[in-house]
Each structure stands twice: as structure tokens, then as C-alpha cells.
């Protein structure tokens, strides 16, 4: 049976890290182990092998304090396909009175013993805040417009698939740069691992300095694709398209907007993704989402739940004294 | 009351300069420096040397915490309106000016207008009376031009200066961050440091015209110190204050998301922070604060964004202001400018010198006395100091308001 790569014997030295935060701090060679991790994990879920119960008698806690649907449900699966007891918390924002239950759900949870946390919330630095307050790995489901390592990891792991690598892509990040957290550790991801990052967006939504994270920034999408190896669009909050940054969605889609079009300006083998929900119609149509041969969009929900597996592995293998991670 | 004599001093006057000597304190009055005639009654204090200065003013404080002011040197405030309830009814007024005494001198900034709202001007006589010194906008912006072109020219009848915030609520909207590399990394809600002298520029031009005296709480960017520094130069009646914060920190301070870090106005990037360095050593800055504003964990320990604004300033101003004296930003006698006299006469009060005549309001200090910041042994009200952890120099020795030593 095949397994993902066994964990050398000094595991620390590949992963030094108790929490996974961000994807700032880390290593170029750190994000290459956990991508090597996820892609053991990737052949071992396409064949449904016997079950790896790795975390089995483990609690994981996925402690949600901002709406999700499809990263709750990567980690839920993640954590359950390794044996993990997997409990999840919903904390609506609106029934908490936000800061005095954050740190209060942090201890509580602490107080239940639970193996592994993981947080979604909808302020910057909250994960990081609830990482000090607890003696279990923490792994960050995105934080405000801050981070979202796992998310980056995917996507990395999914361009490196399919195209061999990552050095060296020409990536186009295009969207709302601003409020993104996809975008901003994506950023970090890929330009660590050396690919040539540009962003797009209207001025409106494009965050200052930007280029000081080693992009390019571009509010023409046009000249943005000439050459693009990869086109990532973002989702746009339909309340930043009624006004505020933005005069309207069609405006938008009309300047944005992913078309069939617009995507022959990309190299020819140009991959399209999406970290979802999608507007289609709006930053991305149909034809091009659904166009097997261009899209990774259904991919990425793949390599997410693998990565996702590989993050949960990592950061429990000092606990579960795996040898060399003690 | 014995007069009171403090020999073997070196004396601190921001209107004399620096110099060996002695003081004499008779009836709550400074009444002799330099070499004096001990009288036969006289308590007498040997300060071995160590530094004699006016006692500290410090203009914008958010909370009333005497134990914090006591132990940073300082014996008079200026006390901001945003208070619960807002200072904008003389009772209100009347209560916090007298509510200090006899340790604490406060002097009451009023609301300029009812309830900070930004709408209707302030009863700024009947606070005066009640014991105001000066009207502010709190640690708010008046959006609309006109309410603040009406402020400034009421309270320029009434004498009374304004003591402005200056950041354009439009610009900053729920910023918490100056834009710029730190906050973008940190995906922060961030505004551009143009806020400031936006809102600079549009009070200076109707201090101008109604001849109104107006003062910049905190100015903090290089923009902002530039039309400061070309108004006076004008004649306009403007002056300009900051916090050490300001002067010592920038926005990459932030990086960890330590709410401690989290001030209004924001920290800004090192290009500002030079500036105002600058502005400090032009004498463009006329006034440095504590900002002193304890805020307790249920306030602090929150996601950055979520938490409130401030800093706990009052025990550490001495010791940090000692340190640019040090690094040779300014001279001694001109910090006590800032530090007192400067505030003493923004708010009207004949204090803030050794002249002879003024009160006795005395800091006799040590300047080098080694010590480290622990925000956890502060005696204010919530130890949230940014600067945690920092070894400084500089220790009230002992504080005197009116002649009356103080605990």
C-alpha cells in the first residue's frame, strides 16, 4: 500500500513549527514538504485505499467564527479521512459578543483538550491571538483579509501538478486584492516558491505597497494576461460591487471578467482557477469555468482536502510522538 | 506651611535655561532660585545633584488615573471631553476640575460640541466658567466645515484656544492602520497618512480667518508638520503636540498584531516618524503628551482591529522624552518647554517654569536612573504600553504640587 513520504527521522528540521498561522514565516523548503505531504495524500484518496487512521483517538475542533461552507467542509473530511474525532463549532457573529467570546472560546476549547484547532474568523490576526492562548497546534481557515494558508497551499499544490512546477509561472492574481486573504498569502506562497506574481485590480481594491510583496500590480486585466501562465480569479463581495469600490457588478465583469475572449491574451496552456464560490457571469463565465482542459477549478476542491490532511498530520506529529518530531 | 529649600540642585527652567543651584519654596510659591537665603525655619531638601524642573503638564489625557500621573512627574492635565459623560455641560466640568484636588491639578478641555457630535457648538462660556481651559473635538474629526469654522470663531471670542484631531473621518473611515507595506501584510482596514494633513490644511485655513487659536493635539506625518511649520511662519496662532509614540515607533512596530500598538492616530511609516523627529528638533513641535489613555484587557486583548485605540503613557513620558534629550533631538531646558511650560500656557495656568512667583509645582528627578518598561507593574489602570519590555533612564525622584510633596 502506498503511504505518504515517512516522516524523516529529523521532522522538525522540514517543519519547526507549532502552529500554522500563516503563510508568512515559512521556509521555501517548509511550504515544498507540506506540498510533498499533501501530494502523498492526493494518490492515497484517488484510491480509496484501506483508511490511514494516523489521528485516530485525536479531537480536532474546527472552530468557525465567520460562515463557510466548503473549508469547513475540506477540513471536516481532511480530519475524518485520518481517523481524527472531528467537532465542529459555529460561533455566528451575531449571536457573540465578538472579542469577549473569542478569548473565552479560546480557553474553553483549550480546557477540552483538544488536539488540534482549527479557526476561521473574521478579523486579522484573531488565529494568532487565539494560538497564544492555547497548548494545541492551530491551524488558520483564514483570518480577515490577513491569511489563508491552506488555501494557498492548494493552489500551489494544484499549479505544480499541473504544470510541473511552480518557479518560474507567470501568475496572474485578479480580483479584490484589498479584503483578500486568498490573495495575500497566496502571494507569499508563490513567490516564495519563485513564481512571477502579478495582481490585478481596479485602484479601488488594490492594497498599498503592494508591489513591496514582490508583485506587479496592473488595474488593466488585459495587459495583465499578456503571457500568463495561470489566471486566479477572485470572488468580489457583491456589497463592494454596489457602489462603495466598485460602481457595479456588470462594470466589473465588463473590465474583469474572465472571458474565453480575454483568456486567449494568456499563454495558450494558461490554467484557470478559482478558490470559490463563483460569481459566474461576473468575474469569471461559464465557458471558461467549466472548460476541463483550462480550469483547475474543480482540482483545487481535490488537492484542498489533501493538503488540508497533510497540515492536520504535520502539526500532530509531535504530539502523537512520531519519531523525530518529538 | 515651612518655606521649602532644595539645595545642591540642577535646575531645569524652560524660561532660565540649565544651571547648579538652590530654590526656595514660601506660601505654595516659588520664591528664590539660583543662590538663595535659607530661612531659619525651612525644611531643607538636598537633591545631591540630582535635576529640579517644573513639574510635568500633560495636555489630552483620556482617563483621570492619579496614581499613574503622580508616578510619571506629572501634577496637572489637560483633560479630554470624550469622558462619560462627555464634558459638555459646565456640571460635568465643574465636577472633573475639582475631583483631582489638591494632588491633581485637572483642567478640563470642553466638548466644542454637544456630545462631540460635530452638529451643535458647545455652551463654551458656561464651561469656561465651570472651569474649562480650552474647547476640543475630543478624539474625533469635525466632518462638517462649517460647525468648525463656527467653533473656531466662537471660541476665538471667548479666548478660549481649540484643540483639534486632526484625521478626515472620510478617509480614515474604520481604518485602524496607516496604508502602506505593514498594513497591507497584515490585511489590516487601512487609510492613507494624507488623512491628516487634509484635515490640517482645512483647520488652519479657518484658524486663519477667524483669528481663532488653534491647537493639533498629535501631528505625526511629514505632510502635517510641513503646513504646521508654514503657518507659523504665516503668523497663524497654530501649535502642534505629539506622543512619544509617535517620535520613537513606527508602523512595522505593529507587525505582530500587539494591540498595545494600536493608537489614534495610527502609528505611521519611518519616513513620518523621521519628520517628526525633525519637527521636534525645528521646534515646529510645541508640545509632547502622554496620550495617557489605560485600557484593560476586555478593551485589549482582541483581534488588532477590534480592539480599542490607545495607550497607558503617563509613567513612561519622563523616561522616554529623557532618552531624546539624550540622542541630542533636543536640549533639557527646551523638553520642559514641552513638557510644561508650553501646555501651561496653551491652558492658560501660570505654571510650568521656575520663574520666581510661580507655584511650587516641582519635579526633582534623576536623569540616568536605569530602569525597564513593565506595562504589568505600572500603577495606572491597565499596563498597555507599547513599549513593553524597554530598558530606559530617567526616575521621578520626588513630585511637589504647590509645595506639598506628593506620595
Redesign the interface.
Known amino acids: 500500500m502506498p503511504q505518504p513520504a515517512a516522516a524523516p527521522s529529523s521532522g522538525r528540521l522540514h517543519f519547526p513549527h507549532r502552529h500554522l498561522t500563516g503563510i508568512e514565516g515559512l521556509q521555501p523548503h517548509e511550504i515544498t514538504f507540506l506540498l510533498d505531504e499533501a501530494e502523498g495524500w492526493i494518490e492515497l484518496n484517488r484510491r480509496r485505499a484501506e483508511p490511514d487512521k494516523r489521528l485516530a483517538g485525536l479531537t480536532q475542533i474546527n472552530a468557525f467564527f465567520e460562515n463557510s461552507t466548503r473549508t469547513l467542509l475540506s477540513f471536516e473530511i481532511a480530519g475524518k479521512r485520518l481517523g481524527a474525532d472531528v467537532v465542529n463549532m459555529h460561533v455566528g457573529q451575531s449571536s457573540v459578543k465578538k472579542g469577549e467570546t473569542l478569548i473565552d472560546t479560546a480557553i474553553t476549547l483549550n480546557a477540552m483538550r483538544a488536539d488540534v484547532i482549527v479557526i476561521r474568523h473574521q478579523s486579522s490576526g484573531a488565529v494568532r491571538l487565539i494560538a497564544d492562548k492555547v497548548d494545541c497546534p492551530v491551524l488558520n481557515a483564514g483570518d480577515g483579509s490577513h491569511e489563508h494558508p491552506t488555501q494557498a497551499l492548494l493552489d500551489a499544490l494544484t499549479i505544480r501538478r499541473r504544470k510541473g512546477s511552480v518557479a518560474g509561472q507567470r501568475v496572474v492574481i485578479c480580483g479584490d486584492i484589498l479584503h483578500s486573504r486568498v490573495a495575500r498569502s497566496n502571494i507569499l506562497a508563490l513567490t516564495a516558491l519563485a513564481a512571477d506574481v502579478r495582481v490585478c485590480a481596479p485602484s479601488t481594491l488594490m492594497p498599498a505597497a503592494i508591489e513591496r510583496m514582490f508583485v506587479t500590480p496592473f488595474t488593466d486585466f488585459d495587459a495583465a494576461l499578456e503571457g500568463a501562465d495561470v489566471v486566479m480569479m477572485l470572488r468580489v463581495q457583491n456589497e463592494r460591487m454596489s457602489g462603495g469600490f466598485l460602481p457595479s457588478n456588470r462594470e466589473f465583469a465588463a473590465r474583469y471578467g474572465l472571458t474565453e475572449e480575454r483568456l486567449k491574451r494568456a499563454a495558450p496552456d494558461a490554467l484557470v482557477m478559482h478558490p470559490g464560490p463563483m460569481n459566474r457571469g461576473v468575474e469569471i463565465t461559464s465557458a471558461v469555468a467549466d472548460d476541463k482542459t483550462r480550469s483547475a477549478i474543480t482540482e483545487q476542491v481535490e488537492t484542498g482536502v489533501a493538503v488540508r490532511m497533510a497540515c492536520l498530520d504535520v502539526l500532530t506529529r509531535s504530539a502523537r510522538g512520531v519519531e523525530g518530531w518529538a | 506651611m515651612r518655606p521649602l529649600a532644595f539645595l545642591n540642585a540642577r535646575l531645569v527652567c524652560p524660561a532660565g535655561g540649565e544651571r547648579e543651584g538652590a530654590l526656595l519654596v514660601v506660601d505654595e510659591a516659588i520664591a528664590a532660585t539660583g543662590t538663595i537665603d535659607i530661612p531659619s525655619h525651612a525644611e531643607v531638601i538636598d537633591c545631591n545633584g540630582a535635576h529640579l524642573a517644573p513639574a510635568i503638564v500633560d495636555l489630552g489625557v483620556r482617563a483621570i488615573d492619579l496614581p499613574a500621573f503622580h508616578a510619571g512627574g506629572i501634577v496637572r492635565v489637560g483633560l479630554m471631553p470624550d469622558q462619560s459623560p462627555v464634558l459638555d455641560e459646565p456640571g460635568a466640568v465643574q465636577r472633573a476640575a475639582l475631583i483631582g484636588r489638591p494632588d491633581l491639578w485637572i483642567h478640563p478641555i470642553a466638548a466644542a460640541t454637544r456630545a462631540l457630535a460635530g452638529v451643535e457648538l458647545g455652551e463654551m462660556a458656561l464651561t469656561h466658567a465651570a472651569g474649562a481651559r480650552a474647547v476640543g473635538t475630543g478624539a474625533r474629526w469635525i466632518a462638517d466645515s462649517g460647525v468648525m469654522r463656527r467653533v473656531l470663531a466662537y471660541a476665538a471670542d471667548l479666548g478660549l484656544p481649540v484643540i483639534a484631531h486632526a484625521e478626515d473621518g472620510g478617509l480614515t473611515g474604520n481604518a485602524v492602520a496607516t496604508?502602506?507595506?505593514t498594513?497591507?501584510?497584515?490585511?489590516?482596514?487601512?487609510a492613507?497618512s494624507l488623512a491628516e494633513p487634509l484635515a490640517i490644511a482645512r483647520d488652519l485655513l479657518l484658524a486663519e480667518e477667524t483669528g481663532a487659536r488653534l491647537h493639533l493635539r498629535e501631528v505625526t506625518t511629514a505632510a502635517g508638520f510641513k503646513l504646521v511649520r508654514a503657518a507659523k511662519r504665516r503668523g497663524v496662532a497654530v501649535t502642534c503636540g505629539i506622543t512619544p509614540a509617535h517620535l520613537l515607533l513606527s508602523d512595522i512596530a505593529m507587525s505582530?498584531?500587539r494591540t498595545f500598538l494600536r493608537l489614534s492616530p495610527p502609528l505611521r511609516d519611518e519616513s513620518d516618524r523621521q519628520a517628526a523627529l525633525a519637527a521636534l528638533a525645528d521646534g515646529t513641535i510645541d508640545v509632547l503628551c502622554s496620550g495617557h489613555d489605560p485600557r484593560g484587557p476586555?478593551e485589549k486583548?482582541?483581534?488588532?482591529?477590534?480592539?480599542t485605540p490607545g495607550m497607558a503613557g503617563a509613567e513612561t513620558l519622563l523616561a522616554l522624552s529623557l532618552g531624546l534629550v539624550r540622542d541630542e533631538r533636543l536640549s533639557l531646558d527646551r523638553l520642559f518647554a514641552l513638557l510644561a511650560a508650553n501646555p501651561a500656557r496653551l491652558l492658560g495656568v501660570e505654571t510650568g517654569t521656575l520663574e520666581v512667583g510661580r507655584p511650587a509645582d516641582l519635579l526633582v528627578f534623576d536623569r540616568d536612573a536605569p530602569w525597564q518598561i513593565d506595562g504589568d507593574r505600572f500603577r495606572a489602570r491597565a499596563g498597555n504600553t507599547p513599549f513593553d519590555g524597554l530598558p530606559v533612564q530617567g526616575k521621578v525622584v520626588q513630585l511637589f504640587k504647590g509645595g506639598r510633596a506628593l506620595a
Open positions: 496604508a502602506g507595506e498594513a497591507t501584510r497584515m490585511g489590516l482596514p487601512s492613507p505582530d498584531f476586555e486583548r482582541l483581534p488588532f482591529a477590534d480592539a
